[in-house]
C-alpha cells in the first residue's frame, strides 16, 4: 500500500495548456509539499501546506496552484504551461519527522 | 544561495570499502538533518537522520556524523555494496512542519 501516491507518473501536453497532477497520502501526515526537480537534478521546494496554511516559494510563478480537497490530498494545478515547467514533480509529506516522497510525475511541454 | 551543498557530484567507491558523502549548510537555524537515497524514476528514500543535539546517528552500515561547528554532516556507508549505488540528497529543516531543504545530490558508483 503506497504511503504517498501521485498521478500521472508522465505527462505530456503542449504549451498553454492547463493541467493538474494529483498526490494523496495514506499517513495521516499533517502537512503536504510539493517539489519540482528541475533538469540540473536540483530538488526545491515549490509548496508547504499544513493545516490549511499554506507557505510558498515566492520564486514559484503564480500559474502554479495547489488545491487541498482535504488533509490526505494536494494537487498541484499549472495554468498556461511554458516549455520550462518541464521538470519532475514530487509530493511529499510529513509530521515531524522525516518526509515520505511520492514517485514523481515527469512532465514534458512541447 | 544554497543553504545545503553537497560539492562533490560524484563518487566512485569498490564494494566492500567505505562511501563518505559530504554536506555543507549555511544557516544556522537547521536542527535537523536527513540523508535521502534516489533510484532513477522513484521518489527520495529516506535513509537516516540526525538532530542538532547529537554529533552521530548509527543505523546498521549507514552513519551520519554532524560538525555543527563547522557546519558540515557527513554519511558513512560501510562496508558499500553495489546495490547502494545511486543519488544521495543531503536534507535540513529548520523545524518540524516546515519544507527540507535540499543540497544538489552525489551520485555514488560502488563497483563489485
Known amino acids: 500500500d503506497t504511503a504517498v501516491s501521485q498521478t500521472p507518473k508522465y505527462l505530456v501536453t503542449q504549451m498553454g495548456n492547463d493541467k493538474s497532477i494529483k498526490c494523496e497520502q495514506n499517513l495521516g501526515h499533517d502537512t503536504m509539499y510539493w517539489y519540482k526537480q528541475d533538469s540540473k537534478k536540483f530538488l526545491k521546494i515549490m509548496f508547504s501546506y499544513n493545516n490549511k496554511e499554506l507557505i510558498i516559494n515566492e520564486t514559484v510563478p503564480n500559474r502554479f496552484s495547489p488545491k487541498s480537497p482535504d488533509k490526505a490530498h494536494l494537487n498541484l494545478h499549472i495554468n498556461s504551461l511554458e516549455l520550462g515547467d518541464s521538470a519532475v514533480y514530487f509530493c511529499?509529506?510529513?509530521?515531524?519527522?522525516?518526509?515520505?516522497f511520492g514517485q514523481g510525475t515527469r512532465l514534458t511541454v512541447v | 544561495d544554497q543553504q545545503v551543498k553537497q560539492n562533490s557530484p560524484s563518487l566512485s567507491v569498490q564494494e566492500g570499502r567505505i562511501s563518505i558523502l559530504n554536506c555543507d549548510y549555511t544557516?544556522?537555524?537547521?536542527?535537523?538533518f536527513l540523508w535521502y537515497k534516489k533510484y532513477p524514476a522513484e521518489g527520495p528514500t529516506f535513509l537516516i537522520s540526525?538532530?542538532?543535539?547529537?554529533d552521530k546517528n548509527e543505523d546498521g552500515r549507514f552513519t551520519v556524523f554532524l560538525n555543527k561547528s563547522a557546519k558540515h554532516l557527513s554519511l558513512h556507508i560501510v562496508p558499500s555494496q553495489p546495490g547502494d549505488s545511486a543519488v544521495y540528497f543531503c536534507a535540513a529543516r529548520s523545524q518540524a512542519g516546515t519544507a527540507l531543504i535540499f543540497g544538489k545530490g552525489t551520485t555514488l558508483s560502488v563497483s563489485s
Open positions: 544557516n544556522s537555524m537547521f536542527d535537523y
Open positions: 511529499a509529506s510529513s509530521q515531524e519527522g522525516e518526509a515520505f
Open positions: 540526525i538532530s542538532s543535539i547529537k
